[in-house]
């Protein structure tokens, strides 16, 4: 069994990456073996993430904050408020905001997991594994 905790054990590690418009503390790991990872990130107040995760699924459930995502393939806008899920099951290309001035904390999971400290490429993906 794998127990961790958020404060002790992921903040301030290398599974707590922080770019200028999120901070994404991985809980689980590819190398956890669970077959998806699983994230605490906050997307920080007034950032727009243009986001195209080609090689992964993610499911993302919001647990604090508010803000909205729009589809790019038609320009539809979904609020995000604590409680909403979204599940990019088609590789969505999608532009995320926490726009009403306060982060979002959303809990993500990957399939496939995530590695280790990947950041978005040029467009908005993260590479698979070598
Ligand atoms: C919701 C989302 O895609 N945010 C960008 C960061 C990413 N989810 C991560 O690695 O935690």
Request: include cysteine; charged fraction near 30%.
């Amino acid at each position: 069994m794998i127990v961790k905790n958020l404060y002790d054990d992921v903040i301030g590690t290398d599974a707590d990456v922080d770019t200028p418009q999120w901070n994404s503390r991985r809980l689980l790991l590819a190398k956890d073996g669970m077959g998806f990872s699983l994230h605490d990130t906050l997307i920080k107040a007034g950032e727009d993430l243009h986001l195209w995760y080609k090689h992964h699924l993610e499911a993302v459930y919001c647990i604090e904050g508010e803000g909205e995502i729009v589809e790019k393939k038609d320009g539809s806008v979904h609020p995000i408020r604590e409680g909403t899920v979204y599940a990019l099951n088609e590789h969505d290309q999608h532009i995320l905001r926490a726009n009403k001035g306060v982060a979002m904390r959303m809990v993500c999971v990957f399939n496939p997991p995530v590695t280790g400290r990947e950041v978005h490429d040029k467009d908005g993906a993260y590479a698979l594994p070598e």
